[in-house]
């Protein structure tokens, strides 16, 4: 079946706008997760999804950012005000329960 | 603080010879370790998956090997080809969590 998909692939926004980046799961995935990779670094931990229960929001780096995920599928990863410390790929996995999980391409964002 | 080290920063050798990336962690416990390939725009991909008593585990001409008491690892590659060209990273899952903890990865680069 299909993979996870992220759309956009790339994104180029002026610094204090906001950008909305949208993550499709694999179907029947119960678990989904949001990864910022900044360029030379480790993946770093955004949020967590599973399920019904309240998302872990502990990676977040700031309240500019905020994700939800709507009827357990599609979610949405949404950059306030972004600055330019927020240029950066970010990927979006998914995974039945804590299994294995399985990456998007990524969206990489410029802010300018 | 948990942490995941890889070492070299990056590596450039020739089509059909064998190389070894290395992976130091202080992670503990821990559940599982992992190496990830990730082409370059691509999400990673997933090539070994060890529990803490594995000592070896491989995957066609990829072999991971983990040494628990040391806290390291290793990723051997035989008989390089082009297309292994990528960047080479080193998870840790934190016993009972799903949270990743993420080395920066090694970038091999393969010429003919």
């Known amino acids: 079946g299909a993979g996870v998909s992220q759309s956009p692939s790339n994104k180029v926004t002026e610094k204090g706008k906001d950008v909305e980046l949208r993550c499709d799961p694999i179907?029947?995935?119960?678990?989904l997760y949001w990864y910022r990779q900044s360029l030379g670094q480790g993946l770093e931990f955004l949020i967590y999804?599973?399920?019904?229960?309240?998302?872990?929001k502990s990676g977040l780096p700031s309240d500019r950012f905020s994700a939800e995920r709507t009827g357990g599928s599609v979610s949405t990863l949404t950059i306030q005000r972004t600055q330019q410390e927020d240029s950066a790929v970010y990927l979006c996995?998914?995974?039945?329960?804590?299994?294995?999980?399985?990456f998007g391409p990524g969206t990489r964002l410029t802010v300018t | 603080k948990n942490q995941v080290e890889q070492s070299p920063q990056s590596l450039i050798i020739l089509e059909g010879k064998n190389c070894t990336l290395q992976c130091n962690y202080t992670v503990s416990p821990f559940s599982n370790l992992r190496w990830y390939k990730q082409d370059t725009g691509r999400g990673p991909v997933s090539l070994t998956i060890?529990?803490?008593s594995e000592n070896t585990k491989s995957n066609g001409r990829y072999t991971a090997t983990l040494d628990a008491d040391t806290k390291q690892s290793s990723l051997h590659i035989t008989a390089s080809q082009l297309s292994d060209s990528a960047s080479y990273i080193c998870v840790v899952i934190p016993d009972s969590n799903y949270q990743l903890i993420w080395g920066a990865g090694t970038k091999l680069i393969i010429k003919p």
């Open positions: 060890m529990t803490f």
């Open positions: 996995a998914s995974s039945f329960s804590s299994g294995e999980q399985y």
């Open positions: 999804f599973q399920g019904n229960s309240a998302p872990d």
């Open positions: 179907s029947g995935h119960t678990a």
